[in-house]
């Protein structure tokens, strides 16, 4: 059974996954070096769980700062909670393995803690991340995911993981996920703020033991897709009157929130000193009326919808999408 606190989830198979990591997202769009620099001073600071995924593009940069602060005496591989991510252009079953090998390279590790299926929906296979025909559509194709998840088992079972689960899934994918699988997920990663509680899928989970990762945590306010009439999450006045009464940041009462729901998070930063404000959020805490008033900031508003895939059977968005036109 999954147990949490603060500081640590026990997952549903006994693994123990640090509750704060650092998110690898957009990272790769800065000078080589930059995201090897950002984890090494995350590893500095305390950071324990890495959130990586193939399709960052700077799993070997991760990598290389994991094998650095190893050989310094840092840290030991044991230490240190890494997931990555199996992209939609290797979900077909014949391709799974070759995923996670290739990701194990880019690491430079022998195995990964968590691996995870980005998202349910297949991509033509080859080096393009969004493979698209000549006249520019997604080339999607219709492989199972449950087909999918059955290798990764076997991935389990060779030692190559320790634990599997999925991302942006929602309940009746999860739902046929555990209904055929022989190893239970162990977690599901998603976007969780303020502004996007996910609450009745978050329940799903942990009321199947399934632990749950929140990504975007802060609303990604510098996205360049956001409109101009989509609030920026850490200027919300709820979160400015908390952070006052607590002499913290807007972001550090963000991710003690998520924590307090009993959800790991993985805010994402190359800057040192929001990586080392990102992780003092041990030293406080929220009353039960501060978590009820941000609760109930909550829009709905789903930053990451991958919509590029909205044509796909498996898209997990769809009645989202359909409720917005």
Known sequence: MTSVDLQCITLSNGYKMPSLGLGTWTMWKGEEGHVQKAVETAIDVGYRHLDCAYCYQNENEVGAA???????????????????????????????????????????????????????????????????????????????????????????????VKSIGVSNFNVDQIKRVCDACRIKPASLQVEVNPLMTNKPLIDFCHSQNIAVTAYAPFGSPSRFWKKDDEPCLLEQQTLKAVAQNKKKSTAQVVLRYLLQRKLAV????????????????????????EMESIDKMNINLRVYKEDVACDHPEYPFKDELQQSQ
Not at 85 to 111: D, H, R
Request: net charge negative; glycine share 6%; charged share 25%.
């Open 266 to 289: 993985v805010p994402k930063s190359t800057t040192p000193t929001r990586i080392q404000e990102n992780f003092q959020v041990f030293d406080f805490a929220l009353s039960p009326d």
């Open 66 to 160: 994991i094998a650095t602060k190893i050989k310094d005496g840092t840290v030991k591989r044991q230490d240190i909670f890494v997931t990555t991510k199996l992209w939609c252009t290797f979900l077909a079953a014949k391709n799974v393995k070759n995923g996670l090998q290739t990701s194990l390279q880019n690491l430079g590790l022998e195995y990964v803690d968590l691996y995870l299926i980005h998202w349910p929906m297949s991509y033509q296979a080859g080096s393009e991340l969004f493979p698209k025909s000549e006249e520019g559509e997604l080339l999607l194709t219709n492989d199972s995911f449950i087909d999918s998840w059955r290798v990764m088992e076997e991935c389990v079972d060779a030692g190559l």
